[in-house]
């Protein structure tokens, strides 16, 4: 029942931050989702840290990397949220905006988490 509460307080933090942000970097003027790109590239970079924190030498606990990872981590970044704005992108016939959301939103993102391993090593 613990890591359930973890997890939920972690979400529910995390959720509300990336609704902050969205609601102050998404563009209403160009339909850019900066706020949604900025969430899961903060929240790749930081997973990256928690996780490589949490495989050397056991720096956190695994309610702690419950609490981070997978409740705040989770709750921060959003897939569907991501899909949902590239389905808008296509559905305008906005090709390019579309490819680079998607192209930059993983290459960047799978580069964050790597980064953060790697600063942690």
Known sequence: MKQLL???VGG???????FVIGKYLNSTETGIPYGTFAANI???????????LAAKNDALTQNQTLLLATGFCGGFTTFSTFAYENHVFLKA?????????TI??????????????????
């Open 6 to 8: 973890l997890v939920f």
């Open 12 to 18: 529910g933090f995390g959720s509300v931050l990336r």
């Open 42 to 52: 903060i929240g790749s970079l930081l997973i990256g840290v928690i996780l490589g």
């Open 93 to 101: 016939g906005d090709f390019t905006s579309f490819a680079l959301y």
């Open 104 to 121: 930059g939103s993983f290459v960047v993102g799978f580069l964050a988490v790597f980064l953060g391993m790697f600063l942690v090593k």
